[in-house]
């Protein structure tokens, strides 16, 4: 009998309760759905390295890492779970996109200077895996500093509803007619 292949969901974020409900941790927030709406329960798991849930080949995990240096964590899971790059899909901020504008990608992708894909990359050595680019807006200023301050701000109300609402079950229903089939 042929063993079915698993499939990775990974929200990027910071881990820690000072950074819940930023901007930066919008791929935990979409994780956080997805396991509730798809009934995967997370749990801790010290060996894998972070919050996980598995249920009909489908495994979610949340890095209990920093932004910067979470792909260690992604590729522990990856290897102990024998997961293929391309069953991979990462959910992650995007500053590009207005708040809440979802969009998949797939293939051979730039990190675009995100660090959460940068270190996943480089943990990985590919990056074939797919994201689902979850809009954060910009800051008027490009400065560095002025960038990551914006980054780790909290989501006012109308933009954590407009998540909930409309953002949130688009991103289910991209991983699955996109990303499970």
Same mark, same amino acid.
């Given at each position: 009998?042929?063993?079915?292949?698993?499939? @990775?969901? #990974?929200?990027?974020?910071? =881990?820690? +309760?000072?950074? $819940?409900?930023?901007?930066? !941790? $919008?791929?935990?927030? *979409? @994780?956080? =759905?997805?396991?509730?709406?798809? %009934?995967?329960? @997370?749990r801790s798991s010290n060996p894998m390295g972070g919050d996980i849930g598995e249920k009909?080949?489908?495994?979610?995990?949340?890095? %209990?890492?920093?932004? !910067?240096?979470?792909?260690?964590?992604?590729?522990?899971?990856? +290897?102990?779970?024998?997961?293929?790059?391309?069953?991979?899909?990462?959910?992650?901020?995007?500053?590009?996109?207005?708040?809440?504008?979802?969009?998949? /990608?797939?293939? !051979?992708?730039?990190?675009?200077?995100?660090?959460?894909?940068?270190?996943?990359?480089?943990?990985? /050595?590919?990056?074939?895996?797919?994201?689902? %680019?979850?809009?954060?807006?910009?800051?008027?200023? %490009?400065?560095?500093?002025? #960038?990551?301050?914006? #980054?780790?701000?909290g989501f006012n109300k109308n933009d954590l509803r407009a998540l909930e609402d409309e *953002?949130?079950?688009?991103?289910?229903?991209?991983? /699955? +007619?996109?990303?499970?089939?």
């Amino acid at each position: 009998m042929k063993r079915t292949e698993l499939k @990775l969901i #990974v929200g990027l974020g910071n =881990y820690g +309760n000072q950074y $819940v409900k930023t901007k930066h !941790n $919008v791929g935990f927030l *979409a @994780l956080d =759905y997805l396991s509730f709406m798809m %009934r995967i329960p @997370l749990r801790s798991s010290n060996p894998m390295g972070g919050d996980i849930g598995e249920k009909n080949g489908v495994v979610l995990f949340k890095p %209990r890492s920093y932004m !910067n240096i979470l792909g260690a964590n992604v590729a522990n899971v990856v +290897n102990k779970k024998k997961i293929e790059p391309r069953n991979i899909i990462l959910l992650h901020d995007e500053l590009e996109l207005g708040t809440g504008v979802c969009k998949y /990608r797939e293939g !051979n992708l730039s990190h675009k200077g995100h660090n959460g894909i940068k270190s996943v990359q480089n943990k990985l /050595r590919n990056n074939e895996f797919k994201r689902i %680019r979850i809009g954060i807006d910009r800051p008027k200023s %490009r400065a560095p500093k002025d #960038v990551a301050d914006y #980054v780790l701000k909290g989501f006012n109300k109308n933009d954590l509803r407009a998540l909930e609402d409309e *953002a949130f079950p688009q991103i289910l229903n991209m991983v /699955r +007619n996109k990303f499970l089939t």
